[in-house]
């Protein structure tokens, strides 16, 4: 199967990747001298969590697709472990966070947590060595996770064995509900408590919701792109498509239905210690972004994704996965910035510049590892054993 | 292709069936003479339902006063009993609509009987707001009506979202069930024997002929309705969820609510699904068309649920601590210590220990193991919405307030008497309509593959 190469002109995007990665840090690295440490690293916790956040998601659908099987995970296998392949880079890239944690997270300090008997409740685990040791735990679970399922994946092609089939099934049952438990605590820790005196016990599935959404909406843009060209374009099936389509539908109504309902509990509830997290987003400068976010990422692509017809058109599926990446980048943004202190007295262009250059940077890093996987396996998982039935679809 | 190896997988359907032979194996439930068990166990649905009405009726000449419910418990078991029932009807939903759409053809063999059970269910739920509105023969002022005195019902109550939602699903419901019944009707009716029955299973079969033209326009339907009822699935359950979350009770005020209602319902109606399809694939030697696939998919699905329920727990538990509200710590405090703590140990056995077992193959595969645990679920289930309910108002913030609630045995007459009216129309519905759905089976024939897409 040595037919099943990626084509060149996506291999050329390694390149670029570099070069993005490089020119990102320059940027970054210069602005850090120019923008109060709050904004530098919150731009930084944006841009690094929106491709985090793609992998977990595309992580979540890989285990997912082992549980239950079907045509559309096996026609995006590959796709799926080449970009959770980048988790353990991305791991690296945590490190930025962690020295910022005293720019980002209030409870991280000493002087704060004695004036503040909520905070002082909450010290038992909403404290430094602690936080630390959560992050390398997720991280840990979630690169063994990456390994094993990979190694597995590997060991398929060679030798199409029907024991590694449900052997990638008994790592992915608890495997998933790992990765479900560990994202959960991971939302906690690194935005739940930017605000350390809100809390919301939806949080994780909202986390969840978005991973998943934006983890879709990559695979279906990586699928368009793969299956356009050759040599995948033979084993085009449009019915695959339809199906990341109606996946993607399903998971903007569902980030729809779990940021609502969180806001109409908290809204009609109305108690002092929840509302501090919607004042910011509904009153004052946020509000245009909240209505914004409300639209983009819920009334626009529900209406478009209704249709069937563009659900299986290569051009307009591939636009609204783009635009659905986009909004969850505003997503995160939505829920990091108006939970910040942060004082009047910045650059808005340079606030914009490093957001951008973060997730430049971090982007490169990413497509640099994700095409170098792409390049080391056939691009269709050629002995798992319902291929075969997948491809005998229209 | 290079060779590969296939994994074993059970089939949805045994082999060695034709068209011919599923008809006569369902359609014979019907035809053939009634069987002595079915007399008995009707007879005991028929006299739960008389200790319904029984109940009903001093209910009505006395008043809600023979019930437990008081201040500070306010909401007792009919509340309880409300959720339970309604949360038992997802599965349904779930089975003909989701799984419809998400292409999994083993649900074919069991939505037939899972939609009955939906209605059921869903009539029994109904039940309940009805006669604790105190005054019964006033309930539909619950309905926003123009009327002469200018009296609209409060729009801002889940509670008045309850209404809406609750009489929209049931309405789906139904029609989704009987339009899927149409064709299996007629099918009755061709093969029924006495004259009368020839016209009643004829008037309900409204004229259906088997046409081209019916085919698509049913297929059609199928689909537009599977459609309208995958949001029901998420929405009825998160609108009952709202009537808690909405306010700002420790134990009812919490934003994870909503999505842990909905698998818990799943998790309830996968029990009652469980309950129901594992004796009737016995009594009627049901093994070709209930397979020991249908029973690993079930058990998956309801440990898949369950565990979406144990996070559910365990993120109500974790922020009442990490909210640092002295009131929300203390409504986990007094569920693990006080007065209703064995309810509370009980439902940890029953949701989330006994569900464990499912994570082992052979469980699953056993019909009575499966059984089992599906019972422990179907009493954890309203074990939960027990303590929700009781544990969050018995000790609300000033303790010169708190009370303890039982039921009497009113209360627990209506209960069991519910329970006595699901079985009682399920008791008509196994013997009357055909249980699973003959022109769906016959899909999952060998010769109609590769034609029966629902694109």
Redesign the interface.
């Known amino acids: 199967m040595d037919y099943l190469k990626v084509p060149e002109e996506v291999k050329g995007i390694k390149k670029y990747a570099l070069a993005a990665a490089a020119g990102g840090f320059l940027v970054m690295g210069a602005l850090y001298f120019f923008l109060p440490g709050t904004v530098f690293f919150a731009s930084y916790l944006v841009g690094y969590l929106f491709w985090l956040t793609i992998a977990l998601g595309i992580l979540g659908w890989l285990t997912l697709h082992h549980m239950t099987g079907g045509g559309w995970g096996i026609m995006v296998r590959r796709i799926s472990e080449a970009a959770v392949y980048t988790i353990p880079f991305l791991a690296v890239f945590i490190i930025p966070v962690l020295f910022g944690i005293h720019h980002l997270y209030h409870w991280s300090e000493a002087e704060a947590v004695a004036h503040d008997?909520?905070l002082a409740?909450?010290a038992p685990?909403l404290n430094v060595p602690f936080f630390i040791l959560r992050t390398v735990f997720y991280f840990a679970v979630w690169i063994f996770l990456v390994f094993r399922l990979l190694k597995l994946s590997l060991e398929q092609d060679k030798t199409?064995?029907?024991v590694i089939?449900?052997k990638l099934y008994r790592v992915s049952a608890p495997g998933f509900?790992l990765l479900?438990?560990t994202a959960?605590f991971a939302s906690?820790d690194w935005l739940m408590s930017l605000d350390p005196?809100w809390?919301?016990?939806?949080?994780?599935?909202w986390f969840a919701s978005g991973a998943a959404l934006s983890g879709m909406s990559f695979l279906a843009l990586w699928a368009i792109i793969l299956y356009s060209r050759e040599p995948l374009s033979e084993y085009k099936r449009l019915?695959y498509f339809h199906d990341y389509g109606?996946l993607m539908f399903a998971f903007v109504?569902f980030w729809a239905?779990?940021s609502f309902?969180?806001f109409?509990?908290?809204w009609?509830?109305n108690?002092p210690?929840e509302i501090i997290f919607y004042i910011p987003r509904i009153r004052g400068k946020w509000l245009p972004l909240s209505v914004f976010l409300l639209i983009g990422h819920f009334v626009l692509p529900f209406l478009l994704l209704l249709s069937a017809r563009i659900k299986k058109d290569f051009g307009k599926l591939s636009k609204i996965a783009i635009w659905l990446l986009f909004m969850h980048w505003i997503d995160i943004f939505w829920n990091v910035f108006p939970s910040l202190k942060i004082g009047e007295s910045y650059s808005i262009l340079f606030a914009i510049l490093a957001n951008v250059a973060v997730t430049v940077m971090v982007g490169g890093v990413f497509f640099y590892f994700f095409i170098s996987r792409l390049e080391k396996m056939p691009l269709l998982p050629?002995?798992?054993?319902f291929?075969?039935e997948a491809l005998e679809s229209? | 292709m290079d060779r590969v190896e296939k994994p074993n997988v059970a089939p949805v359907l045994a082999p060695g069936h034709s068209v011919g032979s599923i008809t006569d194996k369902i359609a014979s439930v019907i035809l053939q003479k009634t069987p002595r068990w079915w007399y008995f166990g009707f007879g005991i649905a028929f006299l739960l339902f008389m200790l319904l009405q029984l109940a009903l009726f001093v209910l009505f000449v006395k008043g809600v006063g023979v019930w437990g419910i008081n201040i500070p418990v306010g909401w007792g078991f009919a509340i309880i009993n409300f959720v339970w029932w309604i949360g038992i009807g997802h599965a349904g939903t779930l089975i003909s609509a989701i799984l419809l759409l998400l292409r999994q053809d083993w649900r074919t063999s069991i939505n037939r009987f899972a939609e009955a059970m939906t209605i059921f269910a869903v009539a029994c739920a109904g039940l309940f707001p009805l006669i604790h509105v105190g005054r019964p023969w006033l309930a539909y002022w619950l309905f926003p009506y123009p009327n002469t005195m200018g009296l609209w019902p409060q729009f801002r109550s889940p509670l008045m979202w309850d209404v809406f939602a609750v009489s929209t699903y049931a309405t789906i419901s139904l029609l989704f069930w009987y339009l899927g019944l149409i064709p299996d009707l007629a099918t009755m009716r061709d093969r029924a024997k006495s004259k009368v029955a020839k016209i009643i299973y004829g008037v309900f079969a409204m004229g259906w002929r088997g046409s081209v033209k019916h085919w698509h326009e049913h297929e059609v339907a199928s689909l537009l309705l599977a459609g309208l009822a995958t949001p029901l699935v998420l929405s009825v359950h998160s609108v009952v969820s709202f009537d808690f979350s909405i306010g700002i009770i420790p134990g009812w005020h919490t934003t994870i609510f909503p999505p842990y209602f909905v698998a818990g319902a799943i998790f309830a109606g996968f029990a009652m699904v469980i309950t129901l399809a594992v004796p009737l694939r016995k009594l009627f030697g049901m093994y070709d068309l209930i397979t020991e696939r249908h029973l690993d998919n079930m058990g998956k699905i309801m440990l898949a649920t369950g565990l979406i329920v144990a996070y559910g727990y365990a993120m109500e538990a974790f922020t009442a601590w990490y909210s640092g509200n002295i009131y929300e710590w203390f409504m986990v405090y007094n569920r693990a210590t006080g007065p209703y703590r064995w309810h509370w140990y009980a439902l940890f056995l029953c949701n989330i220990a006994a569900v464990q077992l499912l994570w082992i193959k052979k469980v699953r595969l056993n019909p009575i193991y499966l059984w089992i645990i599906a019972m422990f679920v179907n009493v954890g289930m309203w074990l939960e919405r027990f303590i929700i309910v009781v544990t969050s108002l018995h000790r609300d913030f000033l303790p010169s307030s708190w009370g303890y609630y039982k039921g009497t045995i009113w209360d627990w007459a209506t209960y069991i008497g519910s329970i006595g009216l699901f079985l009682f129309l399920f008791f008509l519905f196994v013997r009357f309509v055909p249980m699973i759905a003959i022109f769906e089976v016959k899909t999952l024939l060998p010769e109609a593959k590769g034609r029966s897409g629902n694109e």
């Open positions: 008997p909520i409740h909450k685990y199409g064995d029907a089939y449900n509900l479900f438990l959960t906690f005196h809390f919301s016990s939806i949080y994780g599935v019915v109606k109504m239905y779990i309902s969180q109409l509990i908290i009609s509830g108690l210690e050629v002995k798992e054993p291929l075969r229209e």
